[in-house]
C-alpha cells in the first residue's frame, strides 16, 4: 500500500531544540535506508517558503494570484515522500525514523488514494 509522509517543520514560535538539528547529511542517510528497502516510489524537498504563490478562485469564478502561502498554521510542509509498504504500522515505523520527526517537526503518514485507475 502507498502511503505519503508529509514531513511538517516545528512551528515558528516553537523553543529552540535542545538537541542538534538535522542535517542534509541526514537527509540523505534517510532517503539511501528508504530506497535500499525497495519501498520508496517518490518525493521531492520543497523550494523555501518564500517562493510559493497561492491561487484562489471567487465566486465569480475570478482568478485571485498573491505571493506566499498565507497559511494560519505555524508549521511549514517542506517536503514529502512516497513509499509503497505492506500496511500502516510499516509506514509508521518510517516515518518515525525520519529527520523531519525529530527537532519539533511531524511527519504526518496519508494512505494515497486508489480509485482504480
Known amino acids: ?7 511538517v517543520s ?8 535542545t538537541v ?5 547529511e541526514d537527509w540523505m ?4 535506508e ?3 528497502a525497495g519501498i520508496w516510489v517518490s518525493g521531492n524537498a520543497l523550494a523555501d517558503l518564500t517562493t510559493c504563490t497561492s491561487v484562489k478562485v ?4 475570478q482568478r485571485i494570484v498573491t505571493d506566499g502561502p498565507f497559511a494560519e498554521a505555524r508549521e511549514v510542509l517542506g517536503g514529502y ?3 509503497d509498504v505492506p500496511d500502516l ?8 525514523r525520519s529527520p523531519g520527526a525529530r527537532d519539533g517537526g511531524s511527519v504526518q503518514v496519508r494512505p494515497v488514494a486508489d480509485f482504480g485507475m
Do not use: H, N, R, S
Open 20 to 24: 542538534p538539528q538535522c542535517t542534509v
Open 10 to 17: 516545528a512551528p515558528t514560535d516553537a523553543p529552540e531544540p
Open 1 to 7: 500500500m502507498k502511503y505519503m509522509l508529509l514531513f
Open 58 to 61: 471567487d465566486a465569480d469564478g
Open 81 to 83: 515522500d512516497i513509499i
Open 89 to 96: 504500522d510499516v509506514a509508521l515505523d518510517w516515518a518515525a
Open 34 to 36: 528508504m530506497k535500499d
Open 29 to 32: 542517510a534517510y532517503d539511501k
